[in-house]
């Protein structure tokens, strides 16, 4: 890692067309220059009724404005298919949050494979566990069954569509077929062509953990009961799953014509409801082409929330391939995802889990301007009391926690700090939520969520603190994420939670106006808390326990990311950061996808967009051991969603970054993409961020507040800068240094910043740029 800090250049004190503000350099800046406008304002970025009034002598041009410009962009990142995938992670995948489907070959069969699962279809056993007892469960299996040998297969899956289309080839003639998911039902027309002919097959699975292919089950646990089935009066049939620990699981299809309509429904404690949702959910779709408009409105409204375009063709296509898999694996008030999303797989882990797959899960939405597939949020709220149950019975006054891995209602127990366990993962999820608060500066979220339960997860923390003979408060013995020794005290994972945990309570309460008793003994806590534990190579794993061996998670490290508590704004930090990464790497063997993108962002952070994407392309290097798969899909022992997401968001903090209160611009785009467009790249504060990087220079950056936040902006402009209100008035601006500025911006205003001779102000794709095979099997 480099130790230099990012060059920029000097930056006036007072930019030319910016009134500066005055008095000392200080992020509370005076009140807003232009009180009283208007400051209605839309989630997409665009221009609210009352805003249009606002006089607006410069505009952005976006080029991104209809269907036809979208279909064309996306068109060029849609993944491919000229041989048959014979895998999971080889096939086409398409999903709507909670009903997921792949497509690949039957195994050892002349018959496409479309699996049917769900992401709300689980036992109701906790007695056995996460891994057994309230783990997922499959559902099923359709098969398209030519008449003749396939021999050639040309498919598309269109992202802007979210649809599968193309043709099967085969000795008899040709399946012409077009495929879409959406409000919990599957939807297929196949047409046939020559001496084809058109015939699917459900295939109902046992409902049995995934886990049984590396395990036997525990001490006793008895499997679930048959599943029966039935036809209706008007011939969609059913299959109909009963739970051994209450429920039932419901799958119900039928034929119309070329069409194929299927449709799960899970219902618990209740052994009836989900034959009945699953009928409705039908029920509601007359065709496919009827289903396919409700579909398009969809996805074509939400891909316009946000643009991003550089100039790696292939690295491109895999960024806006991500943004569709989270779509189609998770929606705000939905099951949060679970290691393989709505996509089960054989696995050995059919659960969610929460020591860092379902954080890294959740990241990329923030800057792709998607809040509404923030399904982590939902959960914690709706899931409090159980988060309360999830700790031993002592506690419970006062605390929350959850273990290593749960189902979507977060039903685990966590154990003892001082018994070696893994403590800390609640407090880590909870990060996710601020970071959620953070980027739409919802108050609700704040006060229902975070504050609530942040603070009864750092009390637990709080009960087994203690003062040792240094004056300084420790915590006993906790396990560091699968590292394999557990520190005897101080283990820096749950040290950097703990800072964290109690930092955000104070901030929180403040915003809140909460005058809270333990005010105090947050404050007491950051005072006396056991600085983390170094050695001659940086960060250790805990007191007394060097970081020794290869170990592929960060779990050591999240003081510098995704906390950054230690940063490189901090000089005196640098050092330790440099060789805390090095040397995390340094030893090999055990390193995964996420250990390679958690590299890269951790790089990011330092301004060296290089290293980054060093780090970045190791996670597509199909020498590496567990590389990223055709599909833009990973596995190692099974399904593993969060680290292709994860890599998107190594992508993003090379674009923008807006941790510790400062919106960074391009702090670290490789030197080899010269050219690179963001538009509504949502930032901490509420911030939507558009510019545009031209011949490896920052051409113009445009701002606007949803919810009139202090703002501090890292511009990387050299020379004199403009910076104009949305009215053509200059903004009232402060010099804070090392290429900063404050910009007094109200709620619902935009900003544009840029130097010398004002830019085209065009958001538009990059041109050129380095070629690439498609995604798939093309």
């Known amino acids: 890692m480099?130790?230099?800090?990012?060059?920029?250049?000097?930056?006036?004190?007072?930019?030319?067309?910016?009134?500066?503000?005055g008095g000392a350099a200080t992020v509370a800046l005076p009140g807003p220059a232009h009180a009283g406008l208007p400051a209605q304002t839309t989630g997409s970025g665009r221009p609210g009724p009352a805003e249009a009034a606002v006089r607006r002598p410069w505009r952005l041009r976006d080029t991104m404005t209809t269907d036809d410009a979208w279909d064309r962009f996306l068109h060029g990142q849609d993944l491919l298919w000229t041989r048959m995938p014979t895998l999971w992670h080889e096939g086409p995948f398409l999903g709507d949050g909670l009903l997921g489907s792949m497509v690949h070959q039957e195994p050892g069969a002349n018959q496409v494979r479309f699996t049917v699962q769900h992401g709300r279809v689980q036992d109701h056993r906790p007695e056995f566990g996460s891994g057994w007892g309230t783990c997922r469960l499959p559902v099923g299996h359709l098969t398209l069954e030519p008449v003749?040998?396939?021999?050639?297969?040309?498919?598309?899956?269109?992202?802007?569509?979210?649809?599968?289309?193309?043709?099967?080839?085969?000795?008899?003639?040709?399946?012409?077929?077009?495929?879409?998911?959406?409000?919990?039902?599957?939807?297929?027309?196949?047409?046939?062509?020559?001496?084809?002919?058109?015939s699917w097959t459900f295939h109902p699975e046992e409902a049995v953990s995934p886990r049984h292919i590396s395990e036997a089950p525990p001490a006793g646990y008895t499997a679930n009961p048959p599943w029966t089935t039935r036809t209706a009066a008007d011939g969609t049939e059913q299959v109909l799953q009963p739970l051994t620990g209450g429920g039932q699981t419901a799958t119900a299809y039928r034929r119309t014509g070329d069409d194929l309509l299927l449709s799960v429904g899970h219902s618990s404690p209740s052994g009836t409801a989900a034959e009945a949702a699953s009928l409705r959910n039908l029920g509601r779709v007359a065709s496919y082409n009827a289903l396919r408009r409700r579909h398009l409105r969809w996805w074509h409204a939400f891909y316009r929330k946000s643009f991003v375009s550089?100039?790696?063709?292939?690295?491109?296509?895999?960024?806006?391939?991500?943004?569709?898999?989270?779509?189609?694996?998770?929606?705000?008030?939905?099951?949060?995802?679970?290691?393989?999303?709505?996509?089960?797989?054989?696995?050995?882990?059919?659960?969610?889990?929460?020591?860092?797959?379902?954080?890294?899960?959740?990241?990329?939405?923030?800057?792709?301007?998607?809040?509404?597939?923030?399904?982590?949020?939902?959960?914690?709220?709706?899931?409090?009391?159980q988060l309360i149950a999830n700790v031993p019975a002592a506690y419970r006054a006062d605390s929350s926690g959850i273990g290593r891995s749960s189902d979507m209602f977060a039903d685990r127990g966590v154990g003892v700090p001082g018994s070696g366990a893994e403590t800390g993962d609640l407090t880590w999820a909870l990060h996710n939520v601020w970071l959620s608060y953070r980027h739409?500066?919802?108050?609700?979220?704040?006060?229902?969520?975070?504050?609530?339960?942040?603070?009864?997860?750092?009390?637990?923390?709080?009960?087994?603190?203690?003062?040792?003979?240094?004056?300084?408060?420790?915590?006993?013995?906790?396990?560091?994420?699968?590292?394999?020794?557990?520190?005897?005290?101080?283990?820096?994972?749950?040290?950097?939670?703990?800072?964290?945990?109690?930092r955000t309570l104070i901030e929180s309460a403040e915003l809140l106006d909460i005058d809270d008793e333990l005010m105090p003994r947050w404050q007491e806590v950051l005072a006396r808390l056991t600085?983390?534990?170094?050695?001659?190579?940086?960060?250790?794993?805990?007191?007394?326990?060097?970081?020794?061996?290869?170990?592929?998670?960060?779990?050591?490290?999240?003081?510098?990311?995704?906390?950054?508590?230690?940063?490189?704004?901090?000089?005196?930090?640098?050092?330790?950061?440099?060789?805390?990464?090095?040397?995390?790497?340094?030893?090999?063997g055990a390193h995964r996808g996420y250990s390679y993108t958690g590299a890269a962002s951790m790089y990011a952070m330092t301004g060296d967009g290089d290293t980054a994407i060093t780090y970045l392309r190791k996670f597509f290097d199909p020498t590496t051991r567990f590389p990223c798969r055709a599909n833009t899909h990973y596995t190692e022992a099974g399904p593993v969603i969060e680290t292709p997401l994860s890599a998107s968001q190594s992508l993003h903090d090379m674009f923008c970054q807006s941790w510790g209160g400062t919106v960074r611009v391009f702090p670290a785009v490789p030197s080899a993409w010269a050219d690179v467009t963001l538009h509504n790249f949502r930032a901490q504060g509420a911030f939507l961020v558009s510019a545009v990087r031209k011949?490896?220079?920052?051409?113009?950056?445009?701002?606007?507040?949803?919810?009139?936040?202090?703002?501090?902006?890292?511009?990387?402009?050299?020379?004199?800068?403009?910076?104009?209100?949305?009215?053509?008035?200059?903004?009232?601006?402060?010099?804070?240094?090392?290429?900063?500025?404050?910009?007094?911006?109200?709620?619902?205003?935009?900003?544009?910043?840029?130097?010398?001779?004002?830019?085209?102000?065009?958001?538009?794709?990059?041109?050129?740029?380095?070629?690439?095979?498609?995604?798939?099997?093309?």
């Open 2 to 21: 480099t130790s230099q800090p990012e060059k920029r250049s000097p930056v006036p004190r007072r930019a030319v067309l910016g009134t500066a503000l």
């Open 148 to 198: 003749g040998t396939i021999t050639a297969v040309d498919w598309r899956l269109s992202l802007w569509n979210a649809e599968l289309t193309g043709t099967i080839t085969t000795t008899a003639g040709t399946l012409t077929l077009s495929v879409l998911v959406h409000d919990e039902v599957l939807a297929a027309r196949v047409l046939a062509g020559g001496g084809e002919r058109v």
């Open 310 to 385: 550089f100039p790696d063709r292939r690295l491109q296509s895999f960024h806006w391939i991500q943004l569709y898999k989270v779509a189609s694996a998770s929606r705000a008030g939905g099951p949060v995802m679970a290691t393989s999303g709505p996509w089960l797989e054989p696995t050995p882990w059919p659960a969610v889990w929460w020591n860092l797959n379902v954080q890294l899960e959740y990241w990329l939405i923030h800057g792709f301007n998607h809040p509404e597939l923030d399904a982590l949020a939902t959960t914690l709220r709706q899931s409090q009391e």
């Open 440 to 502: 739409s500066m919802d108050k609700a979220l704040l006060r229902d969520t975070i504050f609530p339960v942040l603070r009864r997860a750092i009390n637990y923390y709080l009960h087994f603190l203690t003062p040792g003979s240094d004056g300084r408060l420790h915590l006993p013995s906790t396990l560091s994420p699968e590292y394999p020794v557990v520190p005897p005290q101080d283990t820096n994972y749950d040290l950097a939670l703990l800072r964290w945990g109690c």
């Open 531 to 588: 600085p983390y534990p170094v050695d001659d190579n940086g960060f250790m794993i805990g007191a007394d326990t060097p970081y020794a061996q290869s170990h592929r998670h960060y779990s050591h490290l999240l003081m510098v990311y995704p906390l950054y508590l230690v940063n490189w704004d901090q000089p005196g930090s640098r050092d330790l950061i440099a060789k805390s990464v090095a040397r995390w790497h340094a030893l090999t």
């Open 695 to 778: 011949a490896g220079t920052t051409r113009f950056i445009r701002i606007r507040s949803l919810a009139g936040e202090p703002l501090k902006l890292r511009h990387g402009l050299s020379g004199t800068l403009t910076v104009l209100l949305d009215d053509g008035t200059p903004a009232r601006t402060q010099d804070l240094g090392d290429g900063t500025l404050a910009i007094d911006l109200p709620r619902g205003r935009e900003v544009l910043v840029h130097s010398s001779v004002r830019p085209e102000l065009v958001i538009a794709p990059v041109a050129g740029g380095e070629p690439g095979p498609a995604w798939g099997l093309p």
